[in-house]
């Protein structure tokens, strides 16, 4: 029965770690690489089981962190022919690269992440309980 | 003996079914929420209404054996749940149908919010009963000393 706790923490851990990359994602919106290349946003991607549960249950069921990947979609261009970083020639002429983070759909994974971190926090509150009734049976 | 015949006095052993059933169960509704933003994840359970049906056959022949007061009692293993010494070993089904969406994943939070409430009261519902059988007892036990 503890190992149904570990399942929901791992669900925890997981979507606090989605939480911290949105995180990244827009307090990074204006950073540059050293190279002048923008900030690409960070994809988490989660995967079934969780190899480092302490519990059998744990490691069979539950939840964990895959991957950590860059965003492939293109950076955003932006009008600002005075910037240093503005290309020079060719057909992008006097616009900036800009970095490809999408403030909206931030937004609405923070609030995915939030309610799925609360959802694995009510099942743990529910397990807690299941516990405790089985442990009264014993008093 | 005295302790076998109390583990299988009146509903006890129903009781302890169902606190193995719902137990077990809730391995996998838990599991069901941890892989909610899972890609390619499909939510697995095993059918609440299979199992009640074959408890509900096993209280019926013991019932029939022994006017259902006392006696063990039998659950016919099915394809789902098999039992394995004290333990009950789960074969969920995965869900087909519902809303796929764009992580292939075809979750339904309200739905598994539901089981998980149910299936928690289910387990608070036995373990009450089988906690006010353990009160009777010790009544029984303090009256003859």
Redesign the interface.
């Known amino acids: 029965?503890y190992?149904?706790l570990d399942?929901?923490t791992?669900?925890m851990i997981?979507?606090r770690a989605?939480l911290t990359a949105i995180t990244a994602n827009v307090a990074n919106r204006n950073s540059v690489e050293a190279d002048g290349t923008p900030y690409r946003a960070k994809q988490v991607?989660?995967?079934?089981g969780d190899p480092s549960a302490r519990t059998a249950?744990g490691r069979k069921?539950?939840?964990h962190l895959a991957a950590v990947r860059d965003d492939p979609s293109p950076f955003n261009l932006r009008w600002d022919p005075s910037s240093p970083r503005a290309f020079k020639d060719g057909p992008q002429a006097g616009y900036v690269r800009e970095t490809n983070v999408n403030p909206v759909v931030e937004q609405v994974n923070a609030i995915?992440?939030t309610r799925?971190y609360e959802?694995?926090v009510?099942?743990?509150e529910?397990?807690k309980?299941?516990i405790q009734?089985?442990l009264?049976?014993l008093s | 003996m005295l302790i076998t015949d109390l583990a299988n006095a009146g509903s006890t052993p129903v009781l302890t079914e169902m606190l193995r059933f719902s137990g077990a169960r809730q391995r996998l509704l838990v599991h069901n929420i941890a892989n909610m933003d899972t890609p390619d994840f499909r939510p697995s359970d095993v059918s609440v209404s299979g199992f009640q049906g074959a408890l509900r056959a096993a209280v019926e022949r013991r019932r029939d054996a022994g006017g259902g007061e006392a006696g063990p009692m039998d659950r016919a293993a099915s394809r789902e749940v098999v039992r394995s010494g004290d333990r009950l070993n789960l074969s969920p089904k995965t869900s087909r149908g519902g809303v796929l969406y764009h992580d292939r994943n075809n979750r339904d939070v309200e739905r598994m919010m539901q089981d998980l409430t149910e299936n928690a009261m289910v387990y608070r519902t036995a373990a009450d009963f089988l906690r006010r059988q353990g009160d009777v007892l010790k009544v029984a036990i303090s009256q003859r000393v």
């Open positions: 029965m190992g149904l399942i929901s791992s669900g997981a979507q989605r991607f989660f995967a079934a249950d069921f539950g939840v995915q992440a799925a959802a694995n009510v099942a743990a529910t397990t309980s299941m009734q089985a009264r049976l």
